[in-house]
């Protein structure tokens, strides 16, 4: 059976669960009780899997020099290795991530875990010597999941990073719901044109290429190509200006429908977003107004107007 919402695997103190090593946890209260409501969650918490109880001994990344590219894990105090036992972990963590076919993970910031950056890692030759790695966990799923939007508890509180977010989640999970014909591939990629203009127009026109299929790829190929693309794409952060240049192109529809006054009124509308003076929001849903009212049934099925559920109010926030 088809899954009705995106499945989002999480470290599962960030859900409130006394799951730490210190029996604590980090809930994070906007995943909590917003997120919640459009997605399920997977919970993960790779240290318990491993069978570290609660509460347990702090463990920590270490090199053993600096020339040392190898990271590895082992408990603080009483110094035990632990990087074999939780790669072994880790691989039937990936299983079952995979057989769920989640689409997007949050990991906990910092954690010699779950941390995707920025983690202590000490050397052991030189004590002196601190620098910042990738949890190990955190690490080894990116790498087993190249096209898999994550992200962690810090940058999700960044207003820009969680609404790229939430749109790539929800875009993931479409992508997948996709029945594996080219007729499919292309109506996906019809109704996310604008979508993905707002990301880079040129990528979006080369997705356009890949989804016509003028060398009669196989169609499993032609998915794998063209979802590779197209997750990278959208994670390129909108700029004001990729974002006006898309409603400009929504705008060209409207030419043969709109009085002078209307357009006036709509182009002074674009341009006070072009000089800051409104934000996205507005200009997004005049647009989306004025397709329902003139009923351009190519517009209504674009996703630049409804990326992932309005009640998530992401939107009134961008700049
Ligand atoms: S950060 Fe990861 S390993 Fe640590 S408690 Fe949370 S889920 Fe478990």
Redesign the pocket.
């Known amino acids: 059976m088809k899954r009705q919402k995106p499945l989002i695997a999480?470290?599962?103190?960030?859900l409130g669960?006394n799951?730490?090593?210190n029996g604590g946890?980090?809930r994070e209260n906007w995943i909590y009780s917003e997120l919640s409501k459009f997605v399920d969650f997977h919970?993960?918490?790779?240290?318990?899997a491993m069978g570290?109880g609660?509460p347990r001994e702090e463990i920590h990344l270490f090199r053993t020099t600096r020339k040392d590219n190898e990271v590895k894990l082992r408990s603080k105090f009483t110094k035990e290795e632990l990087t074999q036992t939780a790669y072994i972990t880790y691989e039937s963590i990936e299983d079952d991530l995979k057989n769920l076919d989640i689409d997007g993970h949050i990991?906990?910031r910092k954690?010699?875990?779950?941390?995707p950056d920025n983690v202590k890692t000490i050397t052991l030759d030189d004590p002196n010597y601190v620098n910042k790695s990738t949890?190990l966990?955190a690490g080894f799923i990116m790498d087993q999941f190249p096209n898999l939007p994550y992200i962690d508890n810090g940058r999700i509180k960044n207003i820009e990073l969680r609404e790229n977010f939430v749109k790539k989640i929800f875009s993931h999970f479409r992508f997948k719901q996709l029945n594996g014909t080219m007729r499919d591939l292309q109506l996906f990629h019809q109704m996310h044109k604008y979508a993905i203009m707002e990301h880079n127009q040129e990528n979006m026109r080369t997705l356009g290429r890949i989804a016509a299929n003028h060398e009669g790829l196989s169609a499993q190929k032609v998915y794998q190509i063209y979802f590779k693309l197209f997750m990278e794409t959208i994670s390129i952060l909108p700029t004001r200006k990729n974002r006006l240049n898309a409603c400009y192109h929504v705008f060209g529809y409207f030419k043969n429908d709109l009085g002078a006054g209307e357009k006036k009124a709509l182009l002074n509308l674009m341009e006070d977003y072009q000089n800051g003076v409104s934000n996205y929001l507005t200009i997004n849903s005049f647009l989306n107004v004025l397709t329902e009212a003139h009923q351009k049934a190519y517009l209504q099925d674009q996703y630049i107007f409804e990326p992932y559920p309005k009640e998530l109010k992401l939107l009134k926030d961008i700049a």
């Open positions: 999480i470290s599962s103190c960030l669960e799951i730490r090593y946890h980090c919970p993960v918490c790779p240290e318990l570290l609660v990991f906990t954690s010699p875990t779950c941390g949890g966990y």
